[in-house]
């Protein structure tokens, strides 16, 4: 069961937790990502119920994260796909799977899945870069700041950080 909605608090990260909506729905996502279109396959690789799937389906579909397509007729049968929207979520679940990594959460057997770059078959990682130089930004020295959107909540979180 999905929790409460974030819809209205100025929150980039509680926005895209809404539109994704909950861990199943990373799944899906993961595996859409993958090459995974058809509904018997996302519920294979997932093992999630009928109805726990339709209804995941059906909310990233709402939030333009995921489009269905009809690929067969008599009976109709559908496809999903990520939309631009829904590809971009996608670097997220590659963070999650990078950390997973580092700290060995599946277990001392090395990495499940490794992403590579297809030019040149080395591994990508995700970093912070410095949006005009390109230059990698280490974690240590990125500092939260009050953006165009911020509400009095925002503000005052950051009144925390600055107090570390």
Not at 1 to 23: N, P, Q, T
Not at 36 to 55: F, M, N, P, Q, V
Not at 78 to 87: M, N, P, Q, V
Request: proline share 4%.
């Amino acid at each position: 069961m999905r929790s409460k909605s974030f819809e209205g608090m100025a929150c980039s990260i509680a926005g895209v937790l809404d539109a994704v909506g909950d861990r199943w729905a990373i799944l899906i996502l993961r595996d859409l990502s993958l090459g995974l279109s058809k509904y018997e396959d996302l519920r294979k690789s997932t093992g999630i119920t009928h109805a726990t799937l339709s209804d995941r389906l059906k909310h990233l579909e709402e939030n333009e994260l995921i489009e269905r397509r009809q690929y067969q007729t008599g009976p109709d049968r559908y496809e999903y796909l990520l939309t631009r929207k829904g590809r971009d979520v996608i670097l997220v679940i590659q963070a999650l799977a990078q950390v997973g990594d580092k700290w060995a959460i599946t277990g001392n057997a090395g990495p499940p899945l490794k992403f590579i770059n297809k030019n040149t078959g080395r591994p990508v990682k995700l970093a912070l870069v410095d949006d005009k130089s390109d230059e990698v930004v280490r974690l240590r020295d990125v500092q939260p700041q009050a953006g165009p959107g911020a509400d009095d909540l925002v503000r005052w979180r950051l009144t925390k950080f600055d107090q570390r």
